[in-house]
């Protein structure tokens, strides 16, 4: 599986937008992006996912570079329910198992 | 909207002893999963389950684990012989189809004392 890269932490304020990067410069053609998160060691909670469009839910966005080798999520309003450690993971079409990294601490302040 | 479901929410034992933790995946889903999560470490894959059969298992995975599904609608991780670093938070998933997006359940906390 390719590795992500994502800063440790991020602070944004409340109701503004929260963009939080990832760097995966060794995806493959046939690996989506997918984000999850974790609040306070509930389940980790899916938020979006992506092959090479960016893409748009009721709980985010995520944009994907043409090159595919880096991605943003977007929370477009951060309220302080979205204070999360935030994953960001790429995996096979056909693979199983997600293979989870440290992912980025967002902090939202009021 | 459907979720996973995990029980008990929180389990306490004496090391040595067996435990099983018991998880509802969601219900057309066939593929099931099993993932834990040291405090303060990263969430690592244990095992997946499809077709009442394991289709890929982690290191940590050794003989002191065992899944099964026993019925219809539950699955379930053994550990025979806790130890003191099994402690964790054991989290289940399951999805619909292998390329499908996993949905996870709330967590077990063990704590082996």
């Known amino acids: 599986d390719a590795k992500t890269t994502q800063p440790p932490s991020m602070d944004c304020a409340e109701g503004r937008a929260a963009n939080l990067p990832c760097n995966h410069s060794?995806?493959?053609?046939?690996?989506?992006v997918y984000w999850y998160r974790q609040i306070h060691s509930q389940g980790p909670q899916y938020i979006i996912h992506?092959?090479?469009n960016n893409e748009t839910n009721e709980m985010a966005s995520l944009i994907i570079t043409e090159d595919r080798k880096s991605s943003t999520l977007i929370l477009p309003h951060a309220t302080l329910r979205d204070t999360a450690v935030y994953y960001c993971?790429?995996?096979?079409?056909?693979?199983?198992?997600?293979?989870f990294g440290a992912g980025t601490i967002l902090r939202v302040k009021s | 909207e459907p979720e996973v479901t995990q029980t008990p929410s929180h389990q306490v034992t004496q090391m040595g002893q067996e435990v099983i933790l018991r998880c509802v995946p969601i219900s057309n889903h066939l593929y099931f999963y099993w993932y834990r999560q040291i405090l303060g470490q990263k969430v690592e894959f244990l095992v997946s389950?499809?077709?009442?059969?394991?289709?890929?298992k982690s290191e940590i995975f050794d003989d002191q684990f065992s899944v099964e599904r026993p019925d219809g609608s539950n699955f379930t991780l053994k550990i025979r012989s806790t130890k003191l670093e099994d402690s964790a938070m054991y989290f289940c998933a399951s999805n619909r189809g292998a390329q499908e997006t996993q949905y996870f359940g709330p967590g077990t906390r063990l704590l082996v004392l």
């Open positions: 993971i790429v995996r096979v079409q056909y693979g199983n198992k997600l293979v």
């Open positions: 389950f499809y077709n009442n059969e394991i289709s890929e």
């Open positions: 992506g092959l090479k």
């Open positions: 060794t995806i493959s053609g046939n690996e989506y």
